[in-house]
């Protein structure tokens, strides 16, 4: 094996040159900023997934000064459905940084980005290599996998022992200075390299060795036992936590076209839709003129915290405490029902949403709640609709969602505007101008098409 490592680089960079991807749009350049970006929303997400988020991105911020310069709702607006928010404050604090201590330029070395927000070792290696030829090494997700192949590393991937060898590996893998020297784009090829093997030939399942360049001296393929490295990480089970939605509608007759009701949003703070859902919510309630004069209550989550920044639905507490303003997400102990008027069917690569199919007859109890939350909030003769319960699964727990439509017909007895603007109704065919998580999107996507 160690005879096999002084023409590692190389035999990577050689395929990378001929079988590598080379038409990313964050490709072909050696801007920081873009690098920066795209190395950013990449973590835990599918390429696929990101391409079009990337491009939308440059458009609204195309350099780190528009996106320091933005405010962070902006920036969340256009980052709704790519899942794991903590990434854009990071990157709009990271932003501003960059402008306020670097003068809006990039560090060069990997050592120097890591003083940013939201860069680990990983990220920060792959800058320095892609945009300054900086000698360091990489180890994302991907590369774990090709390493503990490669080499035969045994035990979980995601261990600080197993972590800590393959950081040895890779620093052992990264390319001589010889050979940055005789080929200056040696130390990107070869990042952009064992990215490429990892996503399109030593991948999870099925991996295509019969196409890699290190195969021959790959211990996994020599002994049989691609299917077993990486090791499986250690499972545990993922706690269970329950919430219910509300989605309180009420129409607002007195409003003229094109307003927003509570909404202060001014008209320089409209960005270009971000998925495909708010694309459709956009269109669907555009086209509905009965819609323009009904409104929906939304209510802006801590800056802190899942969904941290972003625009939800109120939540019920169901241990007394009915507080509009839920700052966490709350737990209950009751099972959810599945009444299967609207399927909620979605897919994310951050996250997954799973349509609840128990039906068992308990909806009585989750009423009770809503109306004891409209009592409290002196709210008069609703009309409640329970919507399709779902399990929307985060990193580290999965949550059950019990969304109840709430439509008022009286007068409201409450104001739920605050001096930090945290809940607001909106009219529905300005919806897509919030910045949303994947769920809430879901479920006025289906209000919108009632």
Known sequence: MAKSLPNLA?????WQRQYGRHDLPWQNTQDPYRIWLSEIMLQQTQVATVIGYFNRFVDRFPDV???SNASLEDVLLCWAGLGYYARARHLHACAQQVVALWAGHFPTTAEALQTLP??????AAAIAAFCFGERTPILDGNVKRVYCRFFGVEGDPTSRVVVQQLWQRAKESTPIEALTVEQPDAMAR???????LGATCCTRR???CERCPLASDCVAKLSGRTNELPQPRTQRVMPERSTIMLLISRQIPDLAHGETCTNKMSADKVIADTSDNVNVLASKANTDVARHNQAVLLYKRPAKGIWGGLWTLPECRLAGDFNITTHQLTTTQLPLTAVKRHALKQKNTHTHTKLITNTSAIESSSKLIVEQWCTKHAIKNPTLLSMAAFRHTFTHFHLHIQPWLVEINDEVGFDPQT???TMQWVRVDQLHRFGMPAPVQNLLLNFTML
């Open 206 to 208: 099925q991996p295509s």
């Open 190 to 196: 070869f990042t952009q390299g064992l990215m490429d």
């Open 419 to 421: 001096a930090d603007e």
């Open 118 to 123: 939201g860069i680990g070792p990983s990220t």
């Open 10 to 14: 190389q035999r990577v960079i050689t």
């Open 65 to 67: 000064d528009s996106l």
